[in-house]
């Protein structure tokens, strides 16, 4: 095949959960197209995704963005939301916004470099709405692509731009979406904490109502979902912005590009291989969550009275330093660790796992997650049942479906600030990973959406032909944009 010239330009907003899919796109795009692909970011984020591109195969290009944390109001050197509290996240989303004027001057640049070729289309963040109106301005195509699910996000946009929680009488804690009433009624303590004190004039609800309607002005917008099973919240986005949407999931980072500590990773593979098959519980709130100290003890209670095989990612709790040391004495039940380790029954791993190698195992059985959507797909693709404690964001709406339309998932607990208690935390631990009933057809219905999954990567599959109507649309874009400017 012919080296093409055309670029395609890719910018997540700064943060994990959002570069990673990113990242995965950008490698995937570069494995099954020959176009060449930028990955913008700014500078401290750029030198630590070096160390996730093939070595020597990937020609991926690392383009660096100037952003100064310090003249934000931010510490210095803030260049990712894991790098800062929750309560300075607004924050930096706000100060990315600023980096409008200096992307525009970057792709112009880039222009210049290629002796006036455009680039055949820029991807960018669900938070960088001002970004539609740069390429808009350029006469470039431009998508939004969605590390988050259809429906999940679709609840996320039509409460921020609506807050129809506002709206409900004191007595009552249940609501629909006045656009979206295929969700079905939304109870108020499945709102993260912003979306339900949000009254239209808070910091939060001035950022989306700003930045969410310039998805208009986008060609269009990419998902990391499949359309077999999010088929509904697509088609409120659909009729919504009155766009094309292209369901391309799941784009998942390869193992060989994930962060690896070849120690760690071999330990869980040794500890895993000795334990039955589908026997281990599997549990992580994502990189940037952690839960109370009550909720840890309580938890941990539920993970050994449950009598059930499992790996916990620890992390400080709420209110500590989540980078800090894990002090099991301090934060687990008194003697919680010694007897786990002793009994082989658990395994304690300490700020990072390797999760891919853990889902795709044989022994492991279920996944306590927060249902980020990385880690629903993840596990999903591995027909790997959850078990749902969703923490922020669009996370609540996403175990809505799981539990409500797809039934793969049993909510366990909600939010943060949640009370629970551990013996009904541990009956549902069981009621998942048992014989009973329940547990078979999560099970069965977990296996059934990994071949929907599977089927959708195939080469004729709905996600692999989504991929391709998006560069199809892409490419007519830019010649006709080509037609113009030659005339």
Request: proline share 6%.
């Amino acid at each position: 095949m012919a080296d093409r010239r055309e670029n395609v330009v890719i910018f997540p907003f700064m943060a994990q959960g959002h570069i990673i899919p990113f990242l995965a796109l950008a490698l995937h795009i570069e494995k099954t197209t020959n176009y060449t692909i930028t990955f913008v970011n700014t500078p401290l984020n750029i030198n630590k995704l070096r160390s996730s591109l093939p070595p020597g195969t990937s020609s991926i290009r690392l383009l660096e963005i100037p952003f100064n944390s310090s003249d934000h109001g931010l510490p210095p050197n803030t260049e990712n939301c894991d790098a800062v509290p929750y309560n300075l996240v607004l924050r930096l989303l706000e100060a990315s916004a600023s980096l409008r004027p200096v992307f525009k001057r970057l792709i112009e640049g880039m222009v210049d470099e290629q002796g006036g070729e455009q680039p055949l289309c820029i991807i960018g963040d669900i938070f960088f709405g001002w970004m539609a109106s740069v390429a808009e301005e350029l006469g470039v195509f431009h998508a939004v692509f969605s590390g988050a699910g259809g429906f999940g996000l679709a609840c996320y946009y039509s409460i921020w731009l609506n807050l129809p929680h506002r709206e409900i009488k004191d007595d009552d804690d249940r609501f629909l979406l006045p656009d979206f009433h295929e969700a079905s009624e939304i109870e108020v303590s499945q709102l993260p904490l912003a979306m339900s004190e949000a009254n239209g004039r808070d910091s939060w609800s001035v950022f989306h109502r700003k930045h969410l309607p310039e998805w208009t002005k986008s060609n269009g917008v990419l998902f990391n979902t499949v359309e077999g099973f999010d088929r509904t919240g697509l088609t409120y986005f659909e009729r919504k912005l009155n766009k094309p949407v292209w369901p391309i999931g799941p784009i998942l980072l390869p193992i060989e590009n994930r962060k690896r500590t070849s120690k760690e990773t071999e330990f869980c593979k040794e500890w895993l291989d000795s334990k039955p098959e589908s026997s281990v519980l599997f549990v992580s709130f994502g990189s940037m969550n952690t839960i109370s100290p009550s909720q840890m003890m309580e938890l941990a209670k539920a993970l050994e009275s449950s009598n059930k095989n499992f790996i916990w990612v620890v992390r400080p709790p709420i209110g500590f330093d989540i980078n800090s040391d894990f002090k099991s004495d301090e934060w687990l039940p008194r003697g919680f660790e010694e007897r786990i380790t002793k009994s082989k029954q658990g395994l304690l791993v300490h700020k990072w796992a390797p999760q891919l190698e853990i889902l795709s195992h044989k022994s492991t059985s279920a996944f306590l997650s927060h249902c980020g959507w990385n880690s629903v797909l993840e596990s999903l693709s591995h027909g790997v049942p959850l078990l749902g404690w969703p923490m922020a964001a669009e996370q609540f709406f996403n175990v809505k479906l799981l539990t409500e339309t797809i039934g793969v998932c049993i909510e366990v607990a909600r939010g943060k600030q949640c009370d629970i208690k551990y013996k009904e935390m541990a009956t549902k631990i069981e009621s998942t990973m048992s014989d009973c009933e329940k547990g078979k057809e999560m099970r069965r219905k977990a296996c059934k959406v990994r071949d929907i999954i599977n089927d959708a990567m195939t080469d004729d599959g709905s996600s692999v032909k989504a991929m391709a109507e998006f560069f199809d649309a892409a490419r007519k874009t830019m010649r006709s944009g080509r037609k113009r400017h030659v005339s």
